[in-house]
């Protein structure tokens, strides 16, 4: 069983940045896609991005370009750097290895416009 840890949630401007980190309490070498998923109020969860060992990454299209995710497997890190901030990014972001079924508490995100 792998735990994961989300930080780096905050309150922030838009058009600021926010960088968050996903610590694994064992490791992820072996787990292939790992991603950052988020839940705003009233709205269901959605997928932000994923990073495969190899990798490989996805994004939602309403972050593409201003979002990005990577990966330390040394560290057992997941990142996501987020720029450019808009309200409408403001959610609980989760991380998570979603095939393996491992899943983070959530971190606040809060962008002011």
């Known amino acids: 069983q792998v735990q994961l840890v989300e930080s780096g949630g905050g309150l922030v401007q838009a058009g600021g940045s926010l960088r968050l980190s996903c610590a694994a309490s064992?490791?992820?070498?072996?787990?292939?896609?790992m991603g950052w998923y988020r839940q705003a109020p009233g709205k269901q969860r959605e997928l932000v991005a994923v990073?495969?060992?190899?990798?490989?990454?996805n994004y939602a299209d309403s972050v593409k370009g201003r979002f990005a995710i990577s990966r330390d497997n040394a560290k057992n890190t997941v990142y996501l750097q987020m720029n450019s901030l808009k309200p409408e990014d403001t959610a609980v972001y989760y991380c998570?290895?979603?095939?393996?079924?491992?899943w983070g508490q959530g971190t606040q995100v809060t962008v002011s416009s």
């Open positions: 990073i495969t060992n190899g990798g490989t990454t």
């Open positions: 064992g490791s992820i070498f072996r787990i292939n896609a």
């Open positions: 998570a290895a979603p095939i393996a079924g491992y």
